[in-house]
C-alpha cells in the first residue's frame, strides 16, 4: 500500500469519528498526548533528570529562573518535565508491547480459528493455561524473574496478552471462515497462508482495532501497576507508575507529587477507552 | 450436560497439572538457585550442598516433582523463608482476609453493576443509558492505583473521614474496608456494567421480546419474565471470570492500603524470592480462578437450555 | 355495509435517518373485513412490513407515521392510551412472524409462553389456561400437545415452532391476524402444510387476515384480494382474479413475467427480467417509481407529478397506479424479448458420480460412549449417488434442508473427500482428491456460484482484483496487461460496466454481487459449474435476470450446469435432467418432463404438489406430508421415506431398501410401489383441460394461457 492511499484511509476514517461525539473527544485527548510525547523537548520547561530543588508545591518558583508549574519531586527533579517525558516511555513501551502481543495472537488465532481439530485444541489449552493465572500475578512471576527493564516489559505483555487476542481471533476466523469467499477461495485451491491472510484477516480488522485501542489502554495500566508495584521501569527513566511510587512515603505530606502522575495516566487510558467506544459505535452503525 | 461437566472437570485438572509442572519447573529446575534462595546469598557452597543433599535435591526432577505435589496435595507447602514459619500459617489468614475485602466488594459490586447495565440497556440511546454509559467509561479507565490516589487524597487528607491504611494492627475494623472496597468496586463495576447493558440491549431487540410486547404483555412482565432471563447468561460468566480479574487488583489495592491480605502476600513473596510462598499463593490463585471458570461453564451451560438439553 | 376490522386511510410512514427523511410507505389504504384475507406482495424494501408494524403501533424508534390513520374497528390506534394498546395487542391483533425460531423465547418452556397470553387478557386460572392451550395445540395439528408444552423452542423442529406461534397467535381468538412471511424460512413441503393450516384456521375461526409475502403463488392459495407493492407504494390493487387475470400495471405484468412457473420450461415460457434495480428511497424518480424499469414509459407523461390510483371502471375493486394504464395493452405480444432459448444438442459426458458415498464421523467423547467402545457416529450425507452430466446440459439437485445437497457440493468442489465410489471429471476420479492436490486444470475445470450475495465476495478486495487473482491462478494468463483486459472481458461477460472493476462489494447490489460471483466462476473456461441455490436469496425480479444470465453464459460456453435447488419452479424452468434427493438418497431421476409427470416418486409428487403456483388457471393436485424431515444422524431404516410418505406400502417399507424401477430410459425411480400403480396417478398440475368451463368462471383465462404460452 502507497503513502497517499493510507492517508486517505486515515482522513476518512477520522471523517467516521466525527459521527461519534465520545470518539472524537477520545480521539483528540490521545491526539494531545500523542503530540505531548513527540515534541517533549519543546514543552518541557527543565531536564527531567536534573536534581533542582526538593518538594517544592505547585507553582513554586524556581531562583533560577521559571515556575515549577506542578511543584517537584523528592529529589528536587520538576514534576512537570518527568510526565512530559514520562509520555515518551508510555508511548515507546506500550503500543511496541501491544504490536508484538497482536502479533504473536493473531497468528496463533488465524492458525486455530482457520485450521480448528488438533491444532485449534493445543492452542486453545496452552491459552487457556495461561489465562488460568490472574493477570497481575503472571507480570509479577514473569518480571520478579527475569528482572524488569523496557524489553522485559514487552515480553511480559505479549506473553500475558497473547492469549486473550487469540481467543478473539480465533472466534473471528471461526466466523469468517465459513463465509462463502473463503470457500470460493478453497475452491479455486488457495493455500492456507492465503486464505488466512488475505481472505480472513482483513475483513476481521474492524473488531480488532476496537480491541486494540482497549488493550492499549490496558497495557498502559499494566505498565503503570508494576511501576507503582516497584517492578516498572528502573530509575531514573521518567515512568509514571514509578513516580507515584516514589512519592507513597510523603504522600500525606505532599499529595500532589502522587495525584499529577495519577491524572495524566487515566485521562490517557480515558481517552483510548473513549476512542474504542467511537469505534464500536461507529462499526456498529454500518 | 453431565457428559459437559466431567470434560470440563477433567480439563480443569489437566489447567492445574500443567501450571505446577510449569510452576514447578521454574522455580526448581536449577536448585542451586533454590539453594541460594533458601540459605541467602552469603552462603557458602559447602553449605548449600549439604542443605540441597538433606532435602533430597538431588533426586531426579520427575522424582521431586511428584514428592513436591503430594506433599503439596497433603497441604505441606514447606516453610516460608522470609516469615521462617509454615507457609500453611500464614497463607490461610491471608487468604481469609482477602476472602473478606473480596466478599464485601462484590457484594455491592454486582447488583449495582447488573441494576445499571440493565437500566441502561433496557432502551438504549436515551438519556440515562448514555449517563450510565459514560460515567462506566470513566470509571474503567481511572486504575485501581490512581484511585486509591485520589480517593485517599479525598477522603483521608481533605474530609479527614477514613483511616489512610487498613493494616488492622488493632484487631478487624470494617472502616478499614471502606477505602479498598471503594476502589476495587469503582474500577470493575464500569466493565460488568458495560456487558450487562451490551447484553440487555442484544436482547431487547430480538424477535423474541417483539413477540412479548406484541401478544399484549404489560411491560414489566416483557421486562422481568423474558428479557432479564436471557439477559443475565453472558454477564454471569463475565461476573464469574471477575473472580481472576479481583485477585489482580486486590494484589495493588492491599499493598496500596498495606491491608494484611493474600495479594500483598503473594507480592512479598515474589521481591524476596520466597520460593515455596510463591509456589503455594501462585497454586491457590490458579485454583481460584480456575474453579470459578468451572463454576461458571456449568452455571452458563446450566442457564441456558439450548445448551442444557442437548 | 358491515363494519370493517381495519381501515387504513392514506397511511404514509417515514424513517427520520442521519440522511435525512426517507419515506418508506406512501399513501397507502385498505379495508378490510371480517373474515376476509388480504395479501400484500412486492419486493424487499417496498414497505409491506413496516404496513404490518404500524398496525400493531410498532415502528422503531426512528420511523413514523408521517400522514393518515389506522382505524382497527372504528377506534384509531395511533391515538389509544398505551394499556388500552397493550389490551388490543395479542387479543384482537395478532401476528405470525417471518422467523420461529427468532420469535420464540429460548429460555421459557413453550407452554408458559402460551400460557402467558392468555393469562395476560383474560382473568382465568391457570389449570383453565393450560387446557387451552393444549386445545389450541391440537388445533393446529401438533402431535403429542402435551410433551411441546412442556419443551423448549429449540427442542422441536422448525415447522412445529412456526405451529406454536401461529397457535399463540390464535390463542385468544384475535379478530385480525397478520402474517408475515410466515413461511419463507421453511421447507416447501412443511410449507405447504402451514399454508393448509393458516386456511382451514382462517376458516374456523372466521379471523381477517393481512398476508405479507413476496411470493405470488402463496397469495393465490390463501387470499381472496391483493395489494401489488413497488417502493413503497400500492401500484394494484384488487381481487386475485382482477390481479392475476386482468392486470393493469406494468410493474404487475413484469413480476408475473419474472416467475418461473412449474407448469412450463425454459423454451415454452422464458423469464423476462425487469431491467435495472430496485431505486433506493432517497433516490426516488419523480412521476411514477417505476419509470426508469419500465418498457411502456414516456418522457414527460409518466415523470410529472406524483400519480394517483385511479379505479379501472366496471370493476369494483380494481385500481391502479399507472397514468397510461388505459392506453397500455399488456398482453401484446412484445418484440423486444424474442425467444432465444433452444433445445441444446447435449454433448459428451462431463461429470459421471458413481455410487458415491459420503459418511461423517462425529466423535462421540463422553466417558459413557467412550466405555461402551461406540464412540464413532456415522453420519451418512450421501448414499450410493450415481448420476451423469453432459456438456451444454443442466442437472438439477433438488431436494430440502438436510437432504446432503450441500455435502455433494463439497465433495464435488474438493473440499471434501468421497468415502467411496467414484467422481469422474473428464474422466479422471477426482472424488477422493482434495482440492489442494488437483491440478489446476482439474481446479479451473470446475468452479462453483454461491448462495449468499453478501457473502460471496471478499468485502476488503476491489472487483477487479478478486477476478484477477482467479485468472492468475488458474494460469489463464500471467501478464498483468492480459489479465486486466481479461477482468474488463469477464465484467462484460457478466452484463456490468467495465468501471466495477475498481469497486469494493459494498458499493454494489445483491444481484451485481452474484454476477461478479458467476463471472468468477467462468473466469478460467470452466467446463462444469455447480450453482448451489445461485438466485434464492435474491428478490423475484433480479432473481430472473441472473438466472437468464447464467442460462445464456452456460449454453454460449458449453458449460455443463449441476444446479443445486429447493426451487421445483425454477428447476422445472431451467433444467434438462432432474435428480431428487431425499435424506442422501436419490429418489428419483431423469429428465425433466419425465421427473414432472407421472410416474412419480410419492415424495417427488409431494414436492411437486407443495409449489405455490401463480397461475389461476392451474390447477393442483395437493399431496401434504406429515411430520418433519428426519435427521441425519439417525436415518429410517428401509427406505428413508417411510416415515413421511403417504402412500407406504407396510412393513416392506421399513426393512427394505426399495429397489430402482426403471420407468423408462433414463427415468428411474427407487419405490416399492409397482411401477404401473405409479403410473395410474394423475398428474400434479391441470392446465384446465376445458377452457370454456373455467372460461364460465374466470372470463379472462384464455388470454392468461396466451401468454403463458408464449
Known amino acids: 500500500m502507497n503513502n497517499s492511499s493510507m492517508f486517505r484511509r486515515l482522513f476518512s476514517a477520522i471523517g467516521l469519528l466525527r459521527e461519534s461525539k465520545v470518539g472524537m473527544i477520545g480521539a483528540l485527548i490521545c491526539l494531545f498526548w500523542v503530540l505531548v510525547a513527540i515534541f517533549a523537548d519543546l514543552i518541557a520547561p527543565f531536564d527531567p533528570l536534573s536534581n533542582l530543588l526538593p518538594m517544592q508545591a505547585p507553582l513554586a518558583e524556581n531562583p533560577n529562573g521559571g515556575l515549577f508549574w506542578l511543584g517537584t519531586d523528592l529529589l528536587g527533579r520538576d514534576i512537570l518535565s518527568r510526565i512530559i517525558y514520562g509520555t515518551q516511555t508510555v508511548m515507546i513501551y506500550a503500543p511496541l508491547a501491544t504490536f508484538t502481543a497482536y502479533v504473536v495472537g493473531i497468528v496463533m488465532g488465524l492458525a486455530g480459528g482457520y485450521y480448528q481439530g488438533k491444532v485449534d485444541t493445543l492452542l486453545s489449552f496452552i491459552a487457556n493455561v495461561i489465562l488460568s493465572f490472574p493477570v497481575l500475578v503472571l507480570y509479577i512471576l514473569i518480571i520478579s524473574s527475569i528482572g524488569a527493564s523496557g524489553a522485559n516489559i514487552i515480553l511480559a505483555v505479549t506473553f500475558a496478552s497473547a492469549p486473550g487476542i487469540f481467543r478473539i481471533v480465533r472466534g473471528l476466523a471461526m466466523d469468517l471462515r465459513s463465509r462463502e469467499y473463503v470457500a470460493a477461495a478453497q475452491t479455486r485451491g488457495e493455500s492456507g497462508l492465503w486464505i488466512m491472510f488475505v481472505e480472513i484477516l482483513p475483513n476481521a480488522r474492524g473488531p480488532l482495532i476496537v480491541d486494540a485501542c482497549l488493550r492499549l489502554g490496558y497495557v498502559i495500566i499494566t505498565i503503570g501497576v508494576l511501576g507503582f508495584l516497584g517492578m516498572g521501569l528502573p530509575p531514573p527513566t521518567p515512568d509514571w507508575g514509578g513516580m507515584i511510587s516514589e512519592s507513597r512515603a510523603l504522600f500525606s505530606v505532599f499529595p500532589h507529587m502522587a495525584i499529577f502522575p495519577c491524572i495524566a495516566i487515566s485521562s490517557l487510558v480515558l481517552g483510548l477507552n473513549m476512542l474504542s467506544d467511537g469505534l464500536r459505535e461507529i462499526s456498529l452503525r454500518d | ?310 | 355495509m358491515r363494519q370493517p376490522i381495519l381501515e387504513i386511510e392514506n397511511l404514509s410512514i417515514s424513517y427520520f435517518t442521519r440522511a435525512g427523511e426517507i419515506p418508506a410507505v406512501v399513501d397507502f389504504n385498505m379495508v378490510l373485513h371480517e373474515g376476509e384475507s388480504i395479501g400484500l406482495v412486492g419486493e424487499s424494501g417496498c414497505g409491506k412490513s413496516t404496513i404490518a408494524m404500524a398496525i400493531m403501533q410498532y415502528l422503531g424508534n426512528n420511523a413514523k407515521v408521517v400522514q393518515g390513520s389506522i382505524k382497527f374497528k372504528g377506534q384509531d390506534l395511533a391515538l389509544l392510551s398505551k394499556e388500552k394498546l397493550r389490551q388490543f395487542r395479542g387479543n384482537d391483533i395478532a401476528m405470525i412472524y417471518q422467523e420461529p425460531m427468532a420469535s420464540l423465547n429460548p429460555s421459557m418452556l413453550i407452554g408458559q409462553q402460551l400460557i402467558e397470553v392468555l393469562r395476560c387478557h383474560q382473568s382465568i386460572s391457570k389449570e383453565q389456561a393450560y387446557c387451552q392451550s393444549l386445545e389450541i395445540l391440537e388445533n393446529v395439528h401438533l402431535p403429542d400437545p402435551q410433551r411441546v408444552m412442556a419443551s423448549y423452542p429449540h427442542q422441536i423442529s422448525g415447522g412445529q415452532q412456526q405451529r406454536v406461534v401461529i397457535a399463540m397467535a390464535l390463542l385468544s381468538k384475535p379478530s385480525l391476524l397478520l402474517l408475515d412471511e410466515p413461511t419463507t424460512a421453511l421447507d416447501v413441503t412443511v410449507e405447504a402444510g402451514i399454508v393448509e393450516l393458516v386456511e382451514e384456521l382462517a376458516a374456523k375461526f372466521n379471523t381477517a387476515m393481512i398476508y405479507i409475502s413476496h411470493n405470488l403463488g402463496l397469495i393465490l392459495e390463501t387470499c381472496s384480494r391483493v395489494n401489488v407493492m413497488y417502493s413503497g407504494q400500492v401500484v394494484e390493487v384488487g381481487t386475485i382474479e382482477e390481479v392475476f387475470d386482468r392486470m393493469k400495471h406494468p410493474y404487475t405484468k413484469g413480476l408475473f413475467d419474472c416467475i418461473p412457473l412449474p407448469t412450463a420450461d425454459k423454451y415454452a415460457r422464458p423469464l423476462k427480467p425487469i431491467r435495472g434495480q430496485l431505486p433506493l428511497p432517497h433516490q426516488r424518480p419523480a412521476g411514477c417509481f417505476f419509470g426508469p424499469r419500465c418498457d411502456h414509459f414516456v418522457a414527460g407523461t409518466c415523470d410529472q407529478q406524483r400519480i394517483e390510483i385511479s379505479a379501472v371502471q366496471d370493476q369494483q375493486d380494481h385500481a391502479v397506479r399507472c397514468v397510461r394504464w388505459q392506453e397500455l395493452d399488456l398482453y401484446a405480444p412484445s418484440e423486444v424479448m424474442t425467444v432465444q432459448a433452444e433445445p441444446q444438442v447435449v454433448g459428451e459426458e462431463i461429470l459421471t458420480v458413481n455410487d458415491m458415498q459420503k459418511y461423517y464421523e462425529i466423535k462421540d467423547d463422553s466417558l459413557l460412549a467412550m466405555i461402551k467402545g461406540n464412540s464413532v457416529k456415522v453420519v451418512k450425507a450421501n448414499e450410493h449417488l450415481s448420476f451423469k452430466a453432459h456438456a451444454g446440459e443442466t442437472v438439477a439437485i433438488v431436494g430440502e434442508s438436510g437432504c446432503g445437497k450441500s455435502t455433494f457440493a463439497k465433495v464435488l468442489m474438493g473440499l471434501e473427500s468421497a468415502s467411496s465410489g467414484e467422481v469422474l471429471l473428464n474422466g479422471e476420479d477426482i472424488g477422493k482428491t482434495h482440492v489442494t492436490k488437483r491440478r489446476t486444470d482439474q481446479t479451473s475445470a470446475m468452479q462453483m456460484v454461491f448462495q449468499n450475495p453478501f457473502d460471496t465476495l471478499n468485502p476488503s478486495l476491489t472487483i477487479g482484483s478478486q477476478l484477477a487473482r482467479v485468472i492468475r491462478k488458474f494460469g489463464v494468463s500471467k501478464d498483468k496487461k492480459e489479465i486486466q483486459a481479461k477482468v474488463l472481458e469477464l465484467l462484460d461477460l457478466v452484463k456490468l460496466p467495465a468501471d466495477f472493476a475498481k469497486r469494493k462489494p459494498r458499493q454494489l447490489s445483491g444481484g451485481q454481487k452474484q454476477r461478479v460471483g458467476i463471472a468468477r466462476a467462468f473466469a478460467g473456461n470452466p467446463s462444469l459449474v455447480v450453482a448451489d441455490e445461485p438466485v434464492s436469496a435474491l428478490d423475484v425480479s433480479v432473481a430472473a435476470a441472473v438466472t437468464r444470465l447464467l442460462m445464456n453464459l452456460q449454453q454460449s460456453q458449453q458449460t455443463s450446469l449441476v444446479f443445486i435447488s429447493h426451487d421445483l419452479s425454477l428447476v422445472r424452468y431451467l433444467a434438462d435432467r432432474v435428480v431428487v434427493i431425499y435424506l442422501g438418497n436419490i429418489v428419483e431421476q431423469g429428465s425433466t418432463e419425465e421427473v414432472f409427470s407421472p410416474p412419480y416418486h410419492p415424495y417427488t409428487e409431494a414436492l411437486i404438489s407443495a409449489i405455490p403456483v401463480a397461475d389461476t388457471s392451474v390447477q393442483k393436485k395437493r399431496v401434504i406430508l406429515e411430520g418433519d424431515i428426519p435427521s441425519a444422524m439417525n436415518p429410517p431404516s428401509g427406505c428413508p421415506f417411510n416415515t413421511r410418505c403417504p402412500r407406504k406400502l407396510g412393513k416392506i417399507c421399513e426393512e427394505q431398501k426399495p429397489p430402482e424401477i426403471e420407468a423408462s430410459g433414463g427415468h428411474r425411480i427407487a419405490c416399492h410401489i409397482p411401477l404401473v400403480e405409479l403410473r395410474a396417478v394423475d398428474p400434479v398440475f391441470m392446465v384446465n383441460p376445458n377452457p370454456s368451463l373455467k372460461e364460465a368462471k374466470k372470463p379472462h383465462l384464455k388470454v392468461i394461457k396466451n401468454v403463458s404460452n408464449k
Open chain 2, 1 to 310: 450436560m453431565i457428559k459437559l461437566i466431567t470434560r470440563r472437570i477433567g480439563v480443569m485438572l489437566l489447567t492445574m497439572l500443567v501450571v505446577s509442572v510449569i510452576l514447578f519447573l521454574a522455580l526448581e529446575l536449577n536448585i542451586d538457585s533454590v539453594a541460594i534462595k533458601v540459605l541467602g546469598p552469603y552462603s557458602s557452597e559447602e553449605q548449600r550442598q549439604l542443605w540441597l543433599e538433606a532435602n533430597g535435591y538431588h533426586r531426579p526432577v520427575l522424582e521431586r516433582y511428584l514428592s513436591w505435589a503430594g506433599s503439596f496435595m497433603s497441604g505441606d507447602f514447606g516453610d516460608s523463608i522470609r516469615f521462617r514459619v509454615p507457609v500453611a500459617d500464614i497463607l490461610w489468614e491471608r487468604l481469609g482476609n482477602t476472602l473478606i475485602l473480596a466478599g464485601v466488594t462484590f457484594g455491592i459490586m454486582i447488583p449495582l453493576s447488573i441494576l445499571l447495565g440493565v437500566l441502561s440497556g433496557m432502551k438504549e440511546g436515551s438519556l440515562l443509558d448514555r449517563i450510565i454509559s459514560l460515567i462506566c467509561i470513566i470509571t474503567t479507565s481511572i486504575p485501581e492505583f490512581a484511585s486509591a490516589v485520589f480517593l485517599s487524597a479525598i477522603f483521608v487528607f481533605s474530609w479527614q473521614l477514613l483511616p489512610g491504611t487498613s493494616s488492622m494492627l488493632a484487631g478487624f475494623d470494617p472502616v478499614q474496608l471502606i477505602l479498598p472496597a471503594m476502589v476495587l468496586i469503582g474500577y470493575g463495576f464500569g466493565y460488568v456494567a458495560r456487558m450487562t447493558r451490551a447484553s440487555m440491549a442484544e436482547v431487547m431487540s430480538t424477535h423474541y421480546i417483539r413477540t412479548a410486547v406484541l401478544k399484549g404483555l404489560p411491560y414489566r412482565q416483557v421486562i422481568f419474565r423474558h428479557a432479564l432471563r436471557n439477559a443475565l447468561i453472558a454477564p454471569f460468566t463475565i461476573i464469574m471470570l471477575q473472580v481472576n480479574w479481583l485477585l489482580s487488583g486486590v494484589i495493588v489495592v492491599e499493598y496500596a492500603f498495606a491491608y494484611k491480605g493474600f495479594g500483598a502476600l503473594l507480592l512479598e513473596a515474589s521481591l524476596n524470592s520466597d520460593v515455596y510462598l510463591i509456589e503455594a499463593c501462585t497454586m491457590v490463585a490458579v485454583c481460584a480462578a480456575v474453579l470459578t471458570q468451572l463454576i461458571a461453564d456449568i452455571g452458563y451451560s446450566y442457564l441456558n437450555p439450548r445448551i442444557r438439553f442437548s
